[in-house]
């Protein structure tokens, strides 16, 4: 075994000759078996059906390890599997991107984003992305809003005054989720690493006139549904774009970190407001995208944000799409 570098391989006809392989075989090799931690492009767009997709990178949590971040996984066991999924040990990578849809000419936002360093200092990319993608944010006529956590809702209000950044988009959220967030006595209920954000929720969603909340199954655009997908928090909701032939599931944090939730279905992450019923959504809707072969993305899948479930046995494997 030896080792080869990328230098000496791309586009040596004469290493392939060395090797007794067929001159025309073109070597890419990746330059380490670890993918990098920040993606290569800031945005990517694949079609479903003839809805047009464009993921949108917002930044990464390098999220030091935590004994508590899985209730019922040691460090050790999550280390294990992001080593085996390919990942960094070195914490626990949690990238975030928001996907866009332009279906016909109307343009729905999936999330809004974590708010330009509003949830990690380095999460600041969305609007530049954006930007380069050719969207402009003055522009989307829809946000789906899967859930209220910070990382998924902070981009819909500006840092310091708190100001709507769509104020005239429709905003359609699960009216559980709304219900749950804002009822006159939930920030005292809250766990105390929750009652600040709870707070902010509580104070500023209500003075916005620009809410449309739904029901589980409701038809929320031309081919969209909105699915309620309870566990991570209590209306958190999935999204399913059905164009054609095609569908794509818009999984929010169904499946949060793949490398640890698809090999390991059953590990409550403490971001789960309700563990059991997140592990019972989980497997529902997993199975379901396997069964009927629907394309799925996650927001906090390695960037593209999307990729591959299949089974294996009760738990599942995962395939991220390639970087581009
Ligand atoms: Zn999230």
Redesign the pocket.
């Known amino acids: 075994m030896f080792n080869i570098t990328r230098r000496t391989l791309l586009g040596s006809a004469a290493a392939a000759a060395a090797f007794g392989l067929p001159r025309q075989l073109e070597f890419v090799m990746p330059a380490s078996a670890e993918p990098p931690v920040e993606p290569l492009t800031g945005h990517y767009k694949y079609k479903v059906g003839s809805v047009e997709v464009t993921a949108i990178y917002d930044g990464i949590w390098r999220k030091p390890h935590d004994p508590a971040f899985i209730k019922n996984a040691s460090v050790e066991d999550t280390k294990a599997a992001l080593a085996k999924a390919g990942l960094t040990t070195e914490f626990m990578p949690?990238p975030?991107t928001v996907v866009v849809l332009k279906v016909g000419d109307r343009l729905i936002m999936m999330d809004a984003g974590s708010g330009v360093g509003q949830w990690q200092a380095n999460a600041t990319h969305l609007p530049a992305n954006m930007k380069a993608a050719g969207i402009d944010y003055t522009k989307i006529d829809t946000l789906m809003i899967?859930?209220f956590?910070p990382?998924?809702v902070w981009g819909l209000m500006d840092k310091e005054t708190n100001a709507p950044v769509f104020p005239n988009a429709e905003l359609i959220v699960n009216a559980t989720e709304y219900n749950w967030w804002t009822d006159p006595g939930r920030v005292d209920k809250l766990a105390e690493g929750r009652k600040a954000a709870g707070r902010r929720i509580a104070s500023i969603f209500p003075t916005w006139k620009n809410w449309k909340l739904v029901e589980d199954g409701a038809d929320v655009a031309p081919g969209i549904q909105m699915i309620a997908a309870p566990g991570?928090t209590p209306g958190h909701s999935v999204f399913l774009v059905t164009s054609g032939t095609e569908q794509l599931l818009v999984s929010?944090?169904t499946m949060?970190v793949p490398a640890l939730l698809a090999p390991h279905p059953e590990w409550q992450g403490s971001?789960d407001q309700d563990g059991p019923t997140a592990i019972t959504t989980r497997h529902k809707l997993i199975d379901r995208v396997i069964a009927d072969n629907i394309r799925i993305c996650g927001?906090?899948f390695p960037f593209p944000g999307s990729g591959t479930f299949v089974k294996d046995g009760n738990a599942y494997a995962f395939t991220p799409t390639a970087q581009v």
């Open positions: 949690i975030l899967s859930h956590h990382d998924h991570h929010a944090d949060y971001y927001s906090h």
